[in-house]
C-alpha cells in the first residue's frame, strides 16, 4: 500500500548525519554534526527525498539516467538486427556493405547498454548516509547490488568462455574433455545469470516502491507495482517482439518519472540554499 513518509519519528529509527552517516543520537537540533559539521537539524527533517544530502540525489538521478541510456541501446540494437536480417537475403545494391556495418553498430550499442544498465543500477541503489542497513527499503537495495555482481561476474565468465574456446580449438590445445567442461560451465553461467536476473527485477520493483514513497510519488509506486507482474508476462512472448517492447516502454517511462521527481526535488533544494 502507498503511503509518502511525512514525520520523522515515524520514518527514522536511528538519527543518523544525512552526510556522513554518524550517529546523532544525543545531540540537540541545535548542535552540529562531529563529524562533517552539518547542522542537526537538517538530519531530523523527516525521510522524503527532499530532505535528503544532494550528492546522494545526484547519485540517484544519475542512475535514472544510465539505465534510460543502456534500455535505449539495447532496443536500437535489436531494431537495427531485425533490419538487417531481411535484407541480408537481398540482392539490391549496396546491401552487402549496409548489414555488416549495421551488424556492428548494434553489437557495439547492445555491449554499450549491457554495461551501461548494472552501471546505472549501482548509483539508483546508492546507499543513504542517514539511513542505518536494517531499516526499511535496505534489503532489497542489497538485493539489487548483490545480484547485479553475480549477473556481472556469470555474464564474463560465459563470454570468456565463448572467446577462448575457438582459440584453443584452433591452436589444437583442446581436447573433448576439457571443451565439455568449458561449455558446461558457460552453460550453467547463463541459467545462474538468467535466475539472479530474475531475482534482480524483482528486487528492483521492490525497491523502486520504497523509493517512491520518500519522493513521494503514488504512480511511479503504482508502475513498480504494476511491473512486478506484468513485466515477467510480457517478457514470455519475447518472439513476437511488440510484448518486450511494450515492457521496457512501461519501464523507460517509470524511470523518465524518477528522473523528473529527482530534477524537481534538486532544484527545490538549489532554491532553498540560495
Known amino acids: 500500500m502507498y503511503s509518502a513518509s511525512v514525520e520523522p519519528e515515524a520514518a527514522i529509527k536511528s538519527v543518523r548525519c544525512i552526510t556522513c552517516g554518524y550517529d546523532l543520537v544525543g545531540l540537540t537540533p541545535e548542535m552540529a554534526c562531529p563529524e562533517c559539521g552539518i547542522s542537526v537539524e537538517r538530519s531530523i527533517r523527516g525521510d522524503l527525498l527532499r530532505w535528503r ?11 535514472a539516467v544510465l539505465i534510460q541510456t543502456a534500455l535505449s541501446l539495447i532496443v536500437v540494437a535489436f531494431l537495427l538486427q531485425l533490419f538487417a536480417a531481411p535484407l541480408a537475403s537481398t540482392n539490391m545494391r549496396g546491401v552487402p556493405i549496409i548489414v555488416p556495418l549495421l551488424a556492428i553498430l548494434a553489437s557495439i550499442g547492445f555491449t554499450v547498454g549491457v554495461i551501461l544498465y548494472p552501471v546505472g543500477w549501482f548509483f539508483l541503489t546508492a546507499r543513504d548516509p542517514g539511513r542505518t542497513d536494517d531499516e526499511k527499503g535496505q534489503r532489497s537495495r542489497r538485493l539489487v547490488r548483490l ?5 556481472l561476474v556469470s555474464t564474463v565468465l560465459a563470454f570468456g568462455i565463448g572467446f577462448t574456446l575457438p582459440l584453443f580449438a584452433m591452436s589444437g590445445a583442446m581436447n573433448e574433455q576439457l571443451a565439455s567442461l568449458l561449455l558446461f560451465i558457460a552453460g550453467a553461467a547463463q541459467i545462474v545469470n538468467l535466475l539472479v536476473w530474475v531475482l534482480q527485477y524483482y528486487a528492483s520493483m521492490a525497491y523502486l516502491r520504497w523509493l517512491a514513497e520518500r519522493i513521494p510519488s503514488e504512480r511511479v509506486y503504482k508502475r513498480a507495482k504494476l511491473l512486478l507482474w506484468l513485466g515477467p508476462i510480457l517478457l514470455l512472448f519475447f518472439c513476437f517482439v511488440i510484448p518486450p517492447l511494450i515492457a521496457v516502454v512501461l519501464y523507460y517511462n517509470m524511470l523518465s518519472w524518477i528522473r523528473t521527481e529527482l530534477n524537481a526535488i534538486r532544484s527545490e533544494q538549489l532554491a532553498s540554499a540560495a
Open 53 to 63: 544530502d544532494p550528492k546522494y540525489l545526484k547519485r540517484l538521478h544519475t542512475g
Open 147 to 151: 545480484s547485479i555482481v553475480f549477473m
